[in-house]
């Protein structure tokens, strides 16, 4: 893919970039730790994993906005991904445009997610001009939660919904929405007045 298709967005300790070969081992290993892939329907092999990028790559050039690969600048390690995604279910709420991570488990607890996400919802609300941006996620997700809640993103329980492509009473087919309007994101993302 042609890196100019990606912006590149550097925050003070990440820099959210073009998916390079050399992410594709460390993404392989990321989505095959346990931890990491706790609230995914089904775990993910080095082949779907791949896979996972040749179509992240693909919604970047459909859409022109999408996951990007996330890296540390301190070190150049590759971490994880942060973007934009259009669901392709059909939901009350849909279509949308979802903020999405997935990091490595040794990237957790340092705010990364939170940081990177930022960055991603000011490309979503200034470049892209959208109105609203959702995030979802299994109700047990304590930690995405968490993040969304930090990003201002609120939820009404009347939103919840059933993921369609998982058989009813899966335990993780039951997913809590997130959303956030532009306006409010500008009111949040806004210093407060000085005095």
């Given at each position: 893919?042609?890196?100019?298709?990606?912006p590149?967005?550097?925050?003070?300790?990440?820099?959210?970039?073009?998916w390079?070969?050399?992410?594709?081992?460390?993404?392989?290993?990321?989505?095959a730790?346990p931890?990491?892939?706790?609230?995914?329907s089904?775990?993910?092999?080095?082949a779907?994993?791949?896979?996972?990028i040749d179509r992240?790559e693909?919604?970047?050039?459909?859409?022109?906005?999408g996951?990007?690969?996330?890296?540390?600048?301190?070190?150049?390690?590759?971490?994880?991904?942060?973007?934009?995604?259009?669901p392709s279910?059909?939901a009350?709420?849909t279509?949308?445009?979802?903020?999405?991570?997935?990091?490595a488990?040794?990237?957790?607890?340092?705010?990364?997610?939170?940081?990177?996400?930022?960055?991603?919802?000011?490309?979503?609300?200034?470049?892209?001009?959208?109105?609203e941006?959702?995030?979802f996620?299994?109700?047990?997700?304590?930690?995405s939660?968490?993040?969304?809640?930090?990003?201002?993103?609120?939820?009404?329980p009347?939103d919840?919904?059933?993921?369609?492509s998982l058989?009813?009473?899966?335990?993780?087919?039951?997913?809590?929405?997130?959303r956030?309007?532009?306006?409010?994101?500008?009111?949040?993302?806004s210093?407060?007045?000085?005095?």
């Amino acid at each position: 893919m042609a890196e100019a298709l990606i912006p590149r967005i550097t925050t003070d300790r990440l820099v959210l970039r073009e998916w390079q070969p050399a992410d594709r081992e460390p993404f392989a290993r990321l989505n095959a730790d346990p931890r990491v892939v706790e609230f995914l329907s089904r775990p993910i092999d080095r082949a779907g994993s791949d896979d996972l990028i040749d179509r992240i790559e693909a919604h970047w050039s459909a859409t022109g906005h999408g996951l990007w690969a996330a890296e540390r600048r301190a070190d150049a390690t590759f971490i994880g991904f942060v973007g934009l995604a259009a669901p392709s279910f059909e939901a009350a709420f849909t279509p949308c445009v979802e903020i999405g991570w997935r990091l490595a488990h040794a990237a957790w607890g340092h705010g990364y997610a939170t940081e990177a996400a930022r960055a991603a919802l000011r490309f979503g609300f200034d470049d892209l001009g959208l109105d609203e941006i959702v995030s979802f996620t299994v109700p047990a997700n304590v930690r995405s939660r968490a993040v969304m809640e930090r990003l201002g993103m609120t939820r009404d329980p009347a939103d919840d919904f059933d993921l369609p492509s998982l058989a009813e009473g899966h335990e993780l087919r039951r997913h809590v929405l997130y959303r956030l309007g532009r306006d409010a994101w500008r009111t949040a993302a806004s210093p407060a007045p000085p005095g």
